[in-house]
C-alpha cells in the first residue's frame, strides 16, 4: 500500500502526539508515585518519634525539610526529563516531516530532471538524423542545426545548475569576487534570451554603468534563471520586463512577469530545493525546482537580498538587491 506525502504526514502527527502524551503521562505517573511515597516515608519516620522526646521539635523539623528537598528534586528532575523530552519530541517531529517533504521533493525533481533530459535528447537526435538522411536546404539546416545548439545549451543549463547547487550545499564552491559590470551581464541576458525567443515579448529596462562585486558565472546564472523562470511562468502573450538600476548604492535587477502569480504561502516556499508547486505527474511546466533556489543561494552568496512581491494587475515581481563598487581605478 503506498500512501500520499499528506496521509504520510498525518500518520506521522498521529503517531507523534500518542508517543508524546504517553511519555507525559507516564512521567506524571512517575513524579505522583514518588511523591506518595515521599510523604509515607515522612509519615511514619513522624510517627516513630516519641512526642515526651525533648528533641521531638528538631527531629521533625529535619523530617519535614527532608521531605521538603526530596520535593523539590522530584519536581527538578522532573522538569528536566519534560524539557528533554518535549526537545526531543520536537525535533524528531520536525525531522521526520521535513525528510517526508524532502523525499517528496526529491521523487518530483527526479521526475523533472528525467522529463528535462529526454526532451532536449529526443529534439537533437531527431534533428540530426534528420540531417543525416534527408538533402535539406541551407535554411533548413541552419534553422535545424540552430535548434539542436539550443536544445544542447538547454542540457548545459541543467547539468550547471545541478552542479552548483551540489557545490553549495556541500560547501565545495569559493567564490572569487571581482569588479564586474553588471549592466553588460544583465544586458547579455536580455539579448541571448530576445533572441532565443523572438515570439515572446521580452523588455529590458537597464541603466548604465552599475558595478558590483562578485562572480560573473554565478550572477549571469542568477539573471538567466530569474527571466526563464518567468517566461516558463507567463503567458506567451504576456509581457517580461527586465529592469535593472541602481538607488542608494543599491544595484535593484527586478523581472516582472504577467503570471498567474505566487500565493503568500508559496512565496517563501519557491525558494526551497527541489520545491515546484502542484503535482510533478501533471505539471505542464518546465524546470526542476532548482533555478529559484539557486537564485537565493547566489544572492547569499553576494551578501545580497531576494524577494518576491504581486505584479498588479497580475504576476510576479522577483526583486534582487546587490551592494555596488564604486572604487574604480
Known sequence: MTFTTKQKLTIVTVVYWVLL????AAL????VALQKQNNLMASMLLSALKKDDPHYIGKAILIEAAHNRKVAQYIGEGSTFLALILF???????????QI??????HNFMMAVTHELKTPIAVAQLNLET??????????????????????????????????????????HKPLHQELDLTS?????????INRYPQRIIEPTIDSDIYVLGEELLLQMLVNNLIENALKYAPKEGKV??????TNNKAILQVLDEGSGI???EKKQVFEKFYRSGDEKVRNTKGTGLGLYLCKKIVQEHKGHISITDHEPKGSIFTVTLNTYHDRK
Request: net charge positive; charged share 25%; glycine share 4%.
Open 131 to 172: 540531417l543525416q538522411k534527408r538533402k535539406l536546404d541551407e535554411e533548413r539546416q541552419q534553422k535545424l542545426i540552430s535548434n539542436t545548439l539550443q536544445e544542447a545549451n538547454r542540457l548545459n543549463t541543467l547539468c550547471n545548475n545541478i552542479l552548483l547547487a551540489a557545490q553549495l550545499d556541500a560547501g565545495g
Open 28 to 31: 506524571v505517573w512517575w513524579f
Open 101 to 106: 517533504r524532502l523525499s517528496h521533493q526529491q
Open 88 to 98: 526531543g519530541a520536537v525535533f524528531v517531529f520536525r525531522a521526520t516531516r521535513r
Open 21 to 24: 502524551s504517553y511519555m507525559v
Open 185 to 193: 551581464i544583465v544586458s547579455g541576458s536580455a539579448k541571448d534570451f
Open 241 to 246: 520586463v527586465i529592469c535593472l538600476k541602481e
Open 263 to 265: 500565493s503568500d504561502d
